[in-house]
């Protein structure tokens, strides 16, 4: 059961293993792009390819499709960014339950953002959460963990990926160690629990006058997408990746030809940007396209 591209590496794995996977439940086709034609999830995508039978549900709520499920007689489910809430019925259809897939070092980072959060947070460290499901939001005993560190330049995009490939690397010992009682689920610590928001548009509006590291958390943490943006003139522009430098100057101003953008202290090297309607750029080609000198203010 999922939906966007984190959850493609942990069917992969489960298809590769052996895994006998009876259905995959995705998120109905939603339409896109300028013609607004229908568009397939990339888990539906990867299993229609594989000859997986997909199923496309917009509520489990629905006794019927609860119904359903049941009569697949499941020994387990497997949850990555499905994009729906599981109700009890569903949860406890299968014979050893539903695991979900989780994308931070639980108990941090319960909810919908944690890639983001950890990233704006500035946190060391976050890894991949294999958790038994119950009705409370990521609140389920724990399998097992994986960790990777998050640096000073890694961005939402890097590490949606390789806590993806994690994801992948580790389900199918989680999923065989508990069935066979070499795993004991270990239960979480409530006051050590801290919640991912969804991200609002308006976080990632950038503010000069917050301190250089700050904003560059929220470069990377909204990189690639949605992409934190400051404006320039009359333009709005994405930046995708910058470096903290020695700089100072009233907030937001352009400190030489290169892009240094003075900060509430220090300055921010702007390494990676886009232009409305345009696609994203390093520095340089972004100069040759749009003049921005010394003196000039990202508002």
């Known amino acids: 059961m999922?939906?966007?591209?984190?959850?493609?590496?942990?069917?992969?794995?489960?298809?590769?293993?052996?895994?006998?996977?009876?259905?995959?439940?995705?998120?109905?086709?939603?339409?896109?792009?300028?013609?607004?034609?229908?568009?397939?999830?990339?888990?539906?995508?990867?299993?229609?390819?594989?000859?997986?039978?997909v199923r496309t549900p917009k509520s489990l709520r629905d006794k019927n499709e609860q119904a359903t499920f049941a009569a697949l007689e499941?020994?387990?489910?497997?949850?990555?960014?499905?994009?729906q809430i599981l109700p009890k019925p569903i949860l406890d259809a299968p014979r050893f339950g539903c695991v979900n897939v989780h994308a931070s070092l639980l108990p941090r980072w319960r909810g919908a953002a944690p890639i983001q959060r950890s990233i704006l947070a500035g946190d060391a460290e976050t890894g991949i959460s294999i958790m038994l499901m119950e009705e409370g939001l990521d609140t389920g005993p724990i399998l097992c963990t994986e960790r990777t560190r998050i640096d000073a330049l890694t961005?939402?995009?890097?590490?949606?990926?390789?806590?993806?490939?994690?994801?992948?690397?580790?389900i199918c010992d989680a999923l065989e160690g508990y069935a066979y009682k070499n795993i004991e689920p270990t239960k979480q610590d409530e006051?050590?629990?801290?919640?991912?928001?969804?991200?609002?548009?308006?976080?990632?509006?950038?503010?000069?006058?917050?301190?250089?590291?700050?904003?560059?958390?929220?470069?990377?943490?909204?990189?690639?997408?949605?992409?934190?943006?400051?404006?320039?003139?009359?333009?709005?522009?994405?930046?995708?990746?910058?470096?903290?430098e020695m700089g100072l100057g009233d907030s937001g101003a352009v400190l030489d030809d290169n892009l240094l953008i003075a900060c509430g202290d220090r300055a921010l090297r702007l390494t990676r940007l886009q232009r409305e309607g345009k696609r994203p750029v390093d520095a340089a080609e972004f100069l040759r396209g749009c003049a921005v000198k010394k003196g000039d203010v990202f508002e």
């Open 155 to 170: 961005s939402a995009g890097d590490l949606h990926n390789s806590l993806a490939a994690l994801g992948g690397h580790i």
């Open 191 to 244: 006051s050590a629990a801290t919640y991912a928001k969804k991200i609002e548009k308006a976080e990632a509006r950038i503010n000069w006058s917050a301190p250089a590291l700050s904003v560059m958390r929220q470069v990377n943490a909204f990189a690639p997408r949605p992409g934190a943006w400051s404006r320039l003139g009359m333009e709005r522009i994405k930046i995708l990746a910058a470096r903290v």
């Open 74 to 83: 499941l020994d387990m489910a497997v949850v990555a960014a499905y994009g």
């Open 2 to 53: 999922g939906t966007p591209e984190f959850a493609v590496p942990s069917l992969t794995a489960l298809v590769k293993a052996g895994y006998e996977v009876v259905a995959v439940y995705t998120q109905p086709p939603r339409p896109a792009g300028r013609g607004q034609r229908e568009r397939f999830s990339p888990v539906h995508t990867w299993a229609a390819d594989n000859s997986l039978p």
